[in-house]
């Protein structure tokens, strides 16, 4: 028989959920408004200014850059973190413990020293165009995730599978994408989701790459609270949330929850 709860856990329980759950009322709320400055709780519902969010060109284009890098700087940190993790594995004896260190550091550099770097060493100095100086720049603070949620996955594999394939006549490469790809496969998609979440919601080091007619989302918002103080700023807000829960609610459909969970 199940002892019941603790009235003071139920109260903890309660009090972290409220925590967590009322920012996002409160910003679904202003968005809905039909004022034309941010309130909560809202005066009257309406709908148009998600509408405005499309209708303002600059939203339009930004949302456009933002999927954009977002998409590019995951697929070519997937590229680089996925044989980087299996190396760093394989082959954890031969390589120096120091190697797996350098993946990191885009996370333990502040943004804002890697965003000036990138602004100085390749914009610059290299002459690049601001999409590509984006594109670099948002690869290299998600890498980190690509490398360590994969090597995660990988730790718990067993090479001898790897080994016992090759020794049987299957070539390197193609035990690779049909001995270990698939046992990684939840970690890739794991990393996936979480690399893209982290490119398209950056600030900091877009806000010193971003240049003349290409900008991120972020940085778009950031501008237009520094003149107006309208919902758009709560609408933006509410479809970055939806979208957020749209990629989890496709892998759900498509994996199951519970697939990631392996």
């Known amino acids: 028989m199940k002892q019941p709860l603790h009235p003071l856990l139920i109260a903890f329980a309660v009090v972290v959920f409220f925590f967590l ?9 202003a968005a809905v408004s039909d004022t034309t400055f941010l309130t909560f709780p809202p005066r009257g519902i ?14 339009r284009r930004t949302i456009v850059t ?3 890098i977002a998409f590019l700087a995951t697929g070519l940190a997937l590229l680089i973190g996925l044989p980087a993790a299996y190396a760093l594995n394989r ?14 550091l885009p996370i333990l550099v502040p943004e804002i020293v890697l965003g000036f770097s990138l602004l100085k060493s390749v914009q610059v100095a290299a002459d690049l165009p601001v999409f590509s100086t984006l594109v670099i720049g948002h690869t290299l603070i998600v890498l980190p995730y690509a490398v360590r949620v994969i090597s995660a996955s ?8 790897e080994e016992a394939a090759i020794s049987l006549g299957s070539p390197p490469l193609k035990t690779f994408f049909t001995i270990v790809l698939p046992n990684v496969r939840s970690a890739v998609i794991a990393a996936f989701i979480l690399a893209f979440i982290t490119s398209i919601n950056d600030v900091s080091v877009s806000l ?21 103080f309208d919902p758009v700023i709560a609408s933006v807000s509410v479809l970055l949330m939806l979208l957020t829960v749209g990629v989890m609610a496709v892998v759900e459909l498509t994996l199951g929850l519970t697939f990631l969970a392996k």
Request: glycine fraction near 6%.
């Open 154 to 161: 990988l730790s718990a594999f067993d090479f001898s599978m």
């Open 21 to 29: 759950v009322a920012p996002l009322v409160i910003i679904l709320g």
């Open 91 to 104: 082959f954890r004896i031969q390589l120096p413990h120091w190697l797996s260190t350098v993946f990191v």
């Open 46 to 59: 309406s709908g148009r200014w998600f509408v405005k969010v499309f209708e303002m060109a600059a939203f």
């Open 208 to 228: 010193f790459l971003t240049g003349p007619g290409v900008s991120t989302l972020p940085i778009q918002i950031l501008a237009h609270v520094e003149q107006f």
């Open 66 to 68: 933002s999927l954009q």
